[in-house]
């Protein structure tokens, strides 16, 4: 055996486009141009849905970073709101402390029927001067009553 013969039997066998274009031109060349037209009207359409999608991806980024803003500002309001009650619990605190130590006695007059309230504190003489450095009691009339 020659080499000739040797390399013809290891051969591969031609590709199925090339034995399309061997076999007819004319035939060939009309379904190559219909492959490749079908080819890039594929591709126009995945380059149409990729952008549409990449457009929706943004789109959704935008949205949930206008959700994020308006969050953000809700909690610091909301950290406002907190420390401002937090102050006032404070002060709640001070007053209960104070009022806590604080007796008070409730007498009505007979002549125009309203309510006095007697502050005793219990600490001895020096009582009245502790009891009048405090601020009075918030809706002090509303707790009398009549």
Request: net charge positive.
């Amino acid at each position: 055996m020659s080499s000739d013969e040797i390399t013809s039997m290891w051969r591969a066998p031609p590709s199925p486009r090339h034995s399309i274009q061997a076999s007819s031109g004319k035939a060939a060349s009309g379904k190559t141009k219909k492959r490749q037209e079908q080819n890039r009207n594929a591709q126009r359409l995945y380059r149409q849905r990729k952008a549409q999608y990449v457009q929706g991806l943004l789109s959704h980024i935008d949205q949930i970073n206008r959700t994020h803003t308006s969050l953000q500002n809700s909690c610091k309001a909301l950290c406002q709101e907190i420390a401002g009650l937090q102050g006032q619990v404070e002060a709640l605190k001070e007053q209960l402390e104070f009022w806590s130590r604080v007796e008070i006695v409730l007498l009505k007059t007979p002549q125009d029927d309203q309510a006095i309230a007697s502050k005793r504190t219990g600490m001895g003489s020096g009582a009245t001067g502790f009891a009048e450095n405090y601020p009075p009691y918030p809706n002090f009339d509303y707790y009398i009553g009549s």
